[in-house]
């Protein structure tokens, strides 16, 4: 296997802590939301989270946010093609329709396929990413069945923050982006708006009709603003707008050049009222909107348009020692599509409660929530996470709780047509939700800006929806298994970061690996400030996989290891020049099975960033 190697390099790095030179590593200083739906410290959480700030998506230059969520420990990525095509994430294994993205506390996705749309979400509109690993739905309810994805678009801060960016790179790409941030005492501020755009490359490169022979680029337009306005104590009011309208081009075997028209919009507005010292409420509204057009020939058109309405009221209050958290979120969502659908619309009320506490060694979190589905009737989850420090070094935490998925309009209505001998296909409104059951078990060590984490999960989900006879129905069962072993830490002018991941996703009914998932992964990052320049290198490597269930040998993809570098050089106190380059070894490899990947390629850009 391709990955061993390095692999075993980076788990003997986690074996062996050791002391940095120097010990204010940000990495370790992280205030989380995602965790517990409260304001914690990353290194209290109690379930495993990790965060991606603003200075790092800058400093690393990736060129989309699916590529850099894979650098991330437990999570997988596949891509049908290059940037700008559909892509998924597999955090801990589970499907990618198993994971919840939100975008400034607004659910964001597919209602019809039941998958994020995270291509469509530009780099440069955010300012923090949250991976919470792990099934969440007792705080989050139905889609949290993996994980949840948060991301913060960029916010405002006192004084006048104006930046800029324009770049050029292989395969004909071209960006360029402007930014206008700033505020007062009361009031604070962000716009971002940008362009961004590809040839692209051939994207199936071994397929026999002529007319796929072609470049497959993405075009993307997009804006992103924020503001908020201080009402006087810990009172806020604030709103935040997030729209991309991206098009990318793909092979369909038609003399037609196919494409995908995708906009992801998302609209949030929050008050939050501090009532007391130890009360605090935020009432949250949030629309967001996933249209997907897909023009496949000329003649032949489909469309899947996701709208979510979201109210939340939440309150926060000191109690008993330790935080309690009561909320009411009310979901609506509503489908339009070109097919014929017998029903287009849900809404699901939910309760939810929450109480975390630290007793000298002792911390303990504890999670319940009941939702009320118009579709399918009630779910009730809950999850409970004990931790204990063992030394001021060492921690330890162990976790329990229950996830659901609710079945998509696809799964449920997807009008049933039938092919003669082929049989038929099509959703079943019968279908009951997807269920989980989640065990973890983890000890870290901190020390001087050094952290290390090693967690061994299990996830046991039954009523998996499945397809293959044509007719949706809960007959799948999973079992997900692994270890996440992680590193990070500053040593004098060096930062380093990594993770080995091992897994075993299995479909329990007929022991075959669960498609596109590997059994290693593993990532190795080392990045190094000197004056005027800083540059990093990058590894990032799977094991081989299987594209599908059932694993046949014409779907195995083998193992790769890529490795990526950076270089940022200050041309002044507000000027700057980026150079990253991808594939540097040339490496050919499959994300998924018959779609090409991009060679070696690299990108150029100029920053203006007002300090």
């Not at 899947?304 to 609506?332: C, I, K, N, P």
């Not at 078990?441 to 046991?460: C, K, M, Q």
Request: net charge negative; glycine share 10%.
């Amino acid at each position: 296997m391709k990955i061993r190697l390095s692999a075993l390099v980076s788990a003997c790095a986690l074996a062996y802590p050791f002391v940095p030179a120097q010990a204010d590593d940000a990495q370790l200083g992280h205030v989380v939301v995602t965790a517990t739906r409260q304001p914690i410290s990353a290194d209290e959480a109690l379930a495993s989270v990790d965060v991606i700030e603003r200075d790092e998506i800058a400093r690393a230059g990736h060129s989309g946010l699916l590529g850099l969520l894979a650098s991330r420990p437990g999570v997988q990525m596949a891509r049908n093609g290059g940037p700008g095509s559909s892509g998924s994430v597999f955090i801990r294994g589970a499907n990618s329709g198993h994971t919840l993205l939100l975008v400034d506390g607004v659910r964001i996705g597919s209602a019809t396929s039941g998958s994020p749309v995270l291509e469509t979400i530009p780099l440069e509109v955010i300012e923090r990413i949250e991976i919470l690993r792990g099934p969440a739905s007792a705080l989050y309810g139905a889609d949290a069945l993996g994980g949840v994805i948060q991301v913060f678009t960029r916010k405002g801060r006192e004084g006048f923050q104006p930046s800029a960016r324009v770049g050029v790179g292989s395969d004909g790409a071209r960006e360029a982006s402007a930014t206008l941030a700033g505020g007062d005492e009361r009031l604070r501020y962000s716009v971002t708006a940008g362009h961004e755009r590809s040839d692209g490359f051939n994207a199936r490169p071994d397929s026999q009709t002529e007319q796929d022979h072609d470049d497959d680029g993405f075009r993307e337009d997009y804006l992103s603003a924020s503001v908020a306005l201080d009402l006087g104590g810990n009172d806020e009011l604030g709103a935040s707008v997030l729209y991309s309208d991206m098009r990318n081009w793909f092979d369909a075997a038609e003399p037609f050049d196919s494409y995908l028209d995708k906009r992801a919009e998302s609209y949030g507005l929050h008050l939050r009222k501090q009532h007391t010292a130890e009360w605090t409420s935020t009432l949250r509204f949030g629309h967001s909107v996933d249209a997907l057009e897909n023009q496949s020939a000329a003649t032949t058109e489909s469309r899947f348009d996701t709208t979510q309405r979201q109210l939340s009221w939440q309150h926060d209050v000191a109690l008993g020692g330790g935080s309690l958290m009561a909320a009411y979120e009310f979901l609506q969502q509503r489908v339009q599509t070109t097919s014929d659908y017998e029903k287009t619309r849900r809404h699901i009320n939910a309760f939810l409660l929450g109480w975390g506490g630290e007793f000298d060694r002792h911390h303990v979190q504890l999670n319940a929530r009941h939702d009320r589905n118009s579709q399918f009737g009630s779910k009730t989850t809950g999850s409970a996470a004990y931790g204990y420090r063992l030394t001021p070094e060492w921690r330890a935490h162990a976790s329990i709780g229950t996830a659901f998925k609710a079945p998509t309009f696809n799964d449920l209505y997807f009008p049933i047509e039938c092919y003669g001998a082929w049989g038929c296909f099509g959703g079943n409104p019968d279908l009951e939700p997807e269920e989980a059951l989640n065990r973890e078990v983890g000890v870290a060590w901190e020390r001087n800006g050094v952290s290390v984490d090693l967690t061994y999960f299990n996830n046991r989900i039954k009523n998996l929806i499945d397809w293959s006879s044509g007719i949706a129905t809960n007959v799948g069962r999973a079992d997900i298994q692994g270890v996440e072993a992680s590193l990070s830490a500053l040593l004098g002018d060096y930062r380093l970061r990594a993770s080995v991941d091992l897994l075993d996703a299995k479909d329990e009914d007929t022991g075959d690996q669960l498609g596109r998932r590997a059994r290693v992964g593993g990532a190795l990052a080392v990045e190094r400030v000197a004056g005027a320049w800083t540059w990093g290198v990058e590894w990032n490597g799977q094991g081989r996989r299987y594209d599908r269930v059932p694993n046949a040998a014409s779907g195995r993809m083998s193992g790769y290891g890529l490795v990526d570098a950076y270089v940022h050089y200050a041309l002044a106190r507000d000027w700057s020049v980026e150079l990253r380059a991808n594939n540097l070894l040339d490496k050919d490899y499959e994300l998924a099975k018959g779609f090409g990947t991009q060679g070696t390629n690299a990108f150029v850009a100029l920053r203006y960033a007002m300090h």
